[in-house]
């Protein structure tokens, strides 16, 4: 938690060299995953680079340090995705398509959407400027939902025992979906307070539900995922909190949501 607020905070560098990492890691154990369990072939070290790549494309776009033409070479490596199928002669190419596009949509391109969060253009003064907050809030939100939906549902589930998804996570309970969702109300407020010229109450209200519906609904993802591979964690690679698609799962629905939700409200 720390590293990722730091990392977030420092600078616009840093930013972008800890989310290009996430991406690798979360790709790479994504690939590994489905070949281990899956049956597929998903060349890993390709698929991670375009996934890294796109991340800093995105990056370099955002912050109007870079052309689109900048997106040319990632379109390459998915046109090589397929193409090597042809001639790798592996036993089901459909689905190693299937799961390395699915590793670029589903992890990629919602990392890289960071990136659209964290550089907002200033039609005032021509100017686009790096604006942490906004990921960072991702972030706070999900992890004040996942705080607020154990507390209520420990406290609260024998009182009102409704399960929210049994079929795919039986410890998950409407009640404290329900706690996880007032919690974001109240870090909403406290960012109002700080951040007043950023985005009004009811929107900052606004983001945070979003942010905690969707990123619920990326946590039931993962886990429908994990159940089709018959796998209890993603990965080992942080003690105490299994792999990296378990510790960022909420964020890759939450992610893109956000973006949606501040587009609409910028916009419209």
Known sequence: MAVLVGGTLYSPISFTV???LITALTTWEFSTNVNAYAGASVNRLINTVAAVYLFVAFSGFCADLVPSKAFIPYLISIIYLL?????LE????LKNWGYAFASQIYVALSLSLLNVLAWRYDPMTNHTAFVPIYPLSVFLFLWTSDTGAYCCGSMLHKYFPAKLFERISPNKSWVGSIGGGVLCLVVAAILWHFYPHLLTLPQWMGFGLTVCVFGTWGDLVESLFKRQLGIKDSGHILPGHGGMLDRFDSSLLAIPAAML????ITTF
């Open 18 to 20: 800890l989310f290009a």
């Open 83 to 87: 193409v090597s199928e042809l001639y």
């Open 90 to 93: 592996k036993p089901d190419p």
């Open 261 to 264: 939700y501040l587009y609409t």
